[in-house]
């Protein structure tokens, strides 16, 4: 009797890891997200997956940015990796992707899924902007403005938004009188403090200019406003950055500004939970950096059904799944104030700051993206690198700008 | 014929990678292309005379080279000197300083970056709470000061080995010398010049080679501390061919760096072991 049930529990045994041996995984790769609601989104959606799709295991892996830049890159040389990989969608990054072949033309599920309707046009502008047919489905789109703090401004007798760049300035001026540095950075990040330059390059330069210096086809050693970018980001650097910088990075800087060590911080519509989650949203105000083009300082991050998957039907499924009208409503605001799906707007209960960004999406005249986003991978780090020497002291702005001309004409 | 599988590993995971870095540098990839094109000595000319980067990490590499194989060793054989005596406490000691050895680099790193901070930071405490806030450097931020500041942690984590091997040549050195050389009258600096030095020399060797090979290859602590910032200031060669291949993705030029670094580590570790050897075969 004892040798049957032995025998009977081994065969379920057997039969139950045959079972689980037999479920169909479905690998995602991801970043790190810093806020909970972020996370929870994302767990929330391998549950619900496996729930409506009973024998399928997903795996969503997230590492660091860095760190997931590595593995995807490295997985591309092989034949392992993931099904699906969230990636940012400007040329130097999941541009580079598509034109390498790793993204699978996704044209007939957006033609039967209907994802051509239900997603919102900005997001999906850089589905096709790559290669041939449709690449990567939209699952955030993310804009970047200034955070400020109203009590210091009030301290600094600032009264309304800046709406010019001159304003800015005034306010930044009228700030410092009062001992306030105006913006804070982690320098230590790189991308951080680019990001003041890339506004500043679009207010300088215009939308024009700026797309045509960003796209390498204009000269940033001849060119004026180039020039003149410099020199402004050095005088933002030189008066008005908290201090020290260089040694810290963007949560360093964040907890910073929570303390009121600085007025200011240039940050993304993702910056509103983090805000929710770590002080009182009713001390902070917001306001696009007044570049005067009217557009929209931001980016989208997309998610990729990569070509090695054999798995692309389930991995579209997925896909529209999480950017089904249910799904998204379920998480509006978990990354970021605007739904990626056209149908789901944040309701009266929004967070305060959501509601003004809804105001901002729908001003926009247009986007840009981050500088990271736009140049190549060599040209970026070069970026970075000139950006900061400035940012130290050690460049001055002419010599700046030669900087990046002279590793765009000899790379 | 017994050494065949570890040598079948070994030609594997070391000698292959090792041809294919030599291979690849002569080539353009970005790790995606399924075609490597061939550009001969492209990614050597670029890294020399166009990579801004190149000669700061050079510049970098040396300079903790060459700190790496005075401070770290100097302090070891002094604590090894010191713990060698009847102390009291002397194994809890020798273990203390051991310590660091065996923690990762990285998180190393992430301990005395919280230290370095400027904000709130160790460091910046201990200076404000002494009056001294004016004084307080931007540890990790500042180009001047970057680099040493990592150097600090890299000593605090690295001299406990130099420590230990210090410590295991003073057993070797013979005991009868030192009695023979008291009774000559020799004082404690006489008898450490001329019976225990000589004694440690295959031990220095060791000490100074190893010293010299992984601070050649000096990575995961900068990595963790600066990433190579700021604005690529701290970067070393090992870290900047880990950037160009691993993070710009450019594997033909990273191979370049790597296979200059080799070339680096060659030309100076060979001649010295093997000046080092004739020295030690003369002696005897």
């Known amino acids: 009797m004892k040798l049957k049930t032995t025998l009977c529990s081994s065969i379920c045994a057997f039969l139950a890891t045959g079972v689980t041996a037999s479920a169909e995984g479905l690998t995602i790769w991801t970043i790190n997200y810093t806020s909970d609601k972020q996370v929870s989104a994302l767990t929330a959606a391998e549950a619900e997956f496996e729930k409506l799709n009973p024998g399928v295991d997903v795996e969503i892996v997230m590492r660091g940015t860095d760190e997931h830049k590595t593995a995807l890159r490295v997985a591309s040389g092989s034949d392992t990796g993931p099904d699906i990989y969230a990636y940012w969608a400007g040329l130097g990054l999941g541009g580079e992707y598509v034109q390498a072949g790793m993204s699978t033309d996704l044209s007939s599920y957006y033609e039967s899924y209907g994802w051509g309707d239900r997603l919102t046009g900005p997001s999906l502008a850089f589905s096709e902007a790559f290669a041939e047919g449709k690449h990567g489905i939209p699952f955030r789109f993310s804009g970047e403005v200034v955070y400020y703090n109203k009590g210091l401004f009030e301290k600094a007798g600032i009264e309304g938004e800046p709406e010019t760049y001159e304003d800015l300035k005034a306010a930044a001026v009228a700030l410092k009188e009062q001992g306030i540095p105006a913006f804070t950075f982690g320098g230590t990040v790189n991308w951080h403090v680019m990001r003041l330059m890339d506004v500043i390059l679009e207010t300088t330069c215009g939308a024009e200019k700026h797309d045509a210096l960003m796209a390498m086809e204009l000269d940033w050693a001849t060119e004026p406003c180039a020039l003149e970018a410099f020199t402004e980001m050095k005088w933002w650097t030189d008066e008005h950055f908290l201090k020290p910088f260089m040694g810290i990075d963007n949560r360093q800087a964040t907890t910073l500004w929570f303390g009121d060590r600085a007025a200011m911080m240039l940050e993304g519509d993702w910056h509103v939970p983090t805000i929710d989650e770590n002080s009182d949203m009713s001390k902070y105000g917001m306001f696009a950096f007044p570049t005067g083009t009217g557009r929209l300082y931001g980016f989208a991050e997309y998610m990729y059904i990569s070509t090695k998957s054999d798995k692309a039907d389930l991995a579209a499924k997925f896909l529209d799944m999480f950017t089904s009208d249910e799904f998204q409503a379920a998480h509006i605001g978990a990354f970021g104030a605007l739904s990626v799906n056209k149908n789901v707007k944040q309701g009266d209960d929004a967070l305060e700051l959501h509601k003004e960004w809804l105001d901002v999406f729908a001003a926009a005249d247009g986007t840009f993206v981050n500088g990271d986003q736009a140049f190549p991978l060599d040209v970026t780090t070069e970026y970075f690198r000139v950006i900061n020497e400035l940012a130290s002291g050690e460049l001055e702005p002419q010599a700046a700008a030669d900087a990046m001309a002279a590793f765009i004409s000899t790379r | ?284």
């Open chain 2, 1 to 284: 014929m017994l050494l065949a599988p570890a040598l079948a590993i070994y030609t594997l995971f070391a000698i292959w990678p090792l041809i294919d870095v030599f291979i690849l540098s002569f080539q353009d990839w970005n790790g995606i292309n399924e075609n490597r094109e061939w550009v001969g000595l492209r990614n050597y000319y670029h890294i020399l005379y166009n990579d801004p980067v190149f000669w700061v990490a050079f510049r970098n590499t040396v300079i903790w080279t060459i700190m790496s194989v005075i401070f770290p060793p100097v302090l070891g054989l002094f604590l090894a000197l010191g713990l060698n005596q009847n102390l009291i406490g002397r194994a809890p000691l020798r273990a203390i300083y051991y310590l660091p050895v065996i923690i990762a680099p990285i998180a190393v790193a992430t301990m005395w970056r919280w230290m370095y901070d400027p904000f709130f930071g160790l460091f910046t405490q201990l200076l404000t709470n002494a009056g001294l806030a004016q004084l307080i450097p931007d540890w990790l931020g500042d180009k001047d000061v970057a680099l040493y500041s990592i150097f600090v942690a890299y000593v605090w984590q690295s001299v406990g080995f130099s420590m230990v091997l210090f410590l295991a040549g003073l057993q070797s050195v013979d005991r009868s010398l030192i009695d023979a050389a008291r009774i000559d009258g020799a004082n404690r600096r006489k008898i450490f010049e001329h019976v225990t030095l000589p004694a440690l020399r295959p031990t220095i060797t060791i000490v100074l080679v190893l010293s010299t090979i992984s601070s050649l290859k000096a990575f995961d602590i900068v990595y963790g501390m600066t990433g190579g910032g700021p604005a690529q200031s701290t970067q070393m060669l090992a870290l900047w061919a880990f950037t160009q291949s691993m993070e710009i993705f450019n594997y033909g030029r990273g191979s370049a760096v790597s296979v200059v670094l080799l070339t680096i580590t060659l030309a100076i570790v060979v001649p010295y072991m093997s000046w080092s050897q004739r020295r030690e075969e003369d002696a005897q």
